[in-house]
């Protein structure tokens, strides 16, 4: 029968733990597993980018406003010229540079 250690320095089978315990333990197992850390990668990025499509045009837009050109906003946000631009179309800014 495989042994876990659970939250403190005594080993424990599972029939002895409880239902938080255990969970904990399956858990911990999991997030072991390269099927778990791909999954949380790919929804990490997933969600990353969903984040950057819709604060990136509001943002730009802020800047522009404010009398950066394209250019100086993609420096200041360390990003391409070419993503600046997309971005300024799709918030209804349209500048040429």
């Given at each position: 029968?495989?042994?876990?250690?659970?939250?403190?320095?005594?080993t424990e089978t599972i029939e002895h733990l409880d239902n938080t315990k255990l969970l904990g333990v399956i858990f911990r197992e999991?997030?072991?597993?390269?099927?778990?850390q791909e999954v949380w990668e790919e929804g990490y990025e997933e969600g990353r980018?969903?984040?950057?499509?819709?604060?990136?045009?509001?943002?730009?837009a802020l800047y522009l406003k404010t009398g950066l050109t394209v250019e100086q906003t993609a420096k200041r946000l360390q990003m391409d010229v070419e993503m600046i631009q997309r971005a300024a179309q799709s918030s209804g800014h349209n500048e040429g540079s």
């Open positions: 029968m495989k042994r876990f250690s659970v939250l403190s320095s005594q999991l997030r072991q597993t390269r099927f778990y980018q969903e984040i950057l499509d819709k604060l990136l045009p509001w943002i730009v």
